[in-house]
């Protein structure tokens, strides 16, 4: 919370479980043009930190919030149950969050998302209150799922590898597809330069 960015502080910097970071931008009183101009400037100085950097902020988050020393790694892997890559900071993912989000940063958020496979996104959160119970609501904008397919995973990290050619032939051969496949593999391999699968 509160990153020092050249382009100010950012509310707050996460790190998702490929590795990747998400900065979160919260929107309170600030103009449509403001709040996504802001944080697609703090993505653009985001990109550019290394896992060292990275590393010496969650230092200093832990220390300050558990007033205990640990590194990025170790609660990585607290966490998420997986080492953390080795290529971290691939790719920033942004999200606006606000009680209500407005037709302009829709807008923008659309425009950036659709023509430019910008990982941006925003959400709404309600709160609701009876004589027994709260209960908070949210709602994305788009699907969270469409923002996670632009982050094209790249790079050399700890994931699970694409699988090879004859695991994907067992494959569709369990699922009575292999004929298909086989044809279809056969006519796309002369039209992409490589085979990769």
Same mark, same amino acid.
């Given at each position: #919370?509160?990153?020092?960015?050249?382009?100010?502080?950012?509310? !707050?910097?996460?790190?998702?479980?490929?590795?990747?970071?998400?900065?979160?931008?919260?929107?309170?009183? +600030?103009?449509?043009? #403001?709040?996504?101009?802001?944080?697609?400037?703090?993505?653009?100085?985001?990109?550019?930190?290394?896992?060292?950097?990275?590393?010496?902020?969650?230092?200093?988050?832990? +220390?300050?919030?558990?007033?205990?020393?640990?590194?990025?790694?170790?609660?990585?892997?607290?966490?998420?149950? !997986?080492?953390?890559?080795?290529? !971290?900071?691939?790719?920033?993912?942004i999200i606006i969050v606000g009680a209500n989000i407005d037709d302009s940063t829709e807008r923008i958020i659309h425009y950036l998302s659709e023509n430019y496979d !910008?990982?941006?996104?925003?959400?709404?959160?309600q709160y609701f209150k009876n004589d027994v119970d709260e209960y908070l609501g949210r709602v994305f904008l788009l699907d969270p799922e469409v923002i996670e397919s632009? +982050?094209?995973?790249?790079?050399?990290?700890?994931?699970?590898?694409?699988?090879?050619?004859? #695991?994907?032939?067992?494959?569709?051969? #369990?699922?009575?597809?292999?004929?298909?496949?086989?044809?279809?593999?056969?006519?796309?391999?002369?039209?992409?330069?490589?085979?990769?699968?």
């Amino acid at each position: #919370e509160q990153v020092q960015t050249r382009g100010g502080p950012l509310d !707050i910097l996460c790190l998702d479980s490929n590795g990747d970071t998400v900065i979160v931008e919260l929107k309170r009183g +600030m103009t449509p043009r #403001e709040v996504t101009a802001q944080a697609l400037d703090y993505a653009s100085c985001i990109k550019d930190m290394t896992a060292e950097n990275l590393d010496a902020i969650a230092k200093e988050f832990l +220390m300050r919030r558990k007033g205990a020393s640990g590194t990025l790694a170790e609660e990585f892997e607290q966490r998420f149950g !997986i080492e953390l890559p080795d290529d !971290i900071n691939q790719r920033q993912r942004i999200i606006i969050v606000g009680a209500n989000i407005d037709d302009s940063t829709e807008r923008i958020i659309h425009y950036l998302s659709e023509n430019y496979d !910008i990982p941006i996104n925003a959400f709404t959160f309600q709160y609701f209150k009876n004589d027994v119970d709260e209960y908070l609501g949210r709602v994305f904008l788009l699907d969270p799922e469409v923002i996670e397919s632009k +982050m094209g995973k790249t790079g050399t990290r700890k994931r699970t590898p694409y699988l090879k050619y004859e #695991e994907l032939v067992e494959i569709a051969k #369990e699922n009575n597809v292999l004929e298909i496949y086989t044809r279809l593999w056969e006519a796309l391999k002369n039209i992409f330069s490589g085979t990769a699968t």
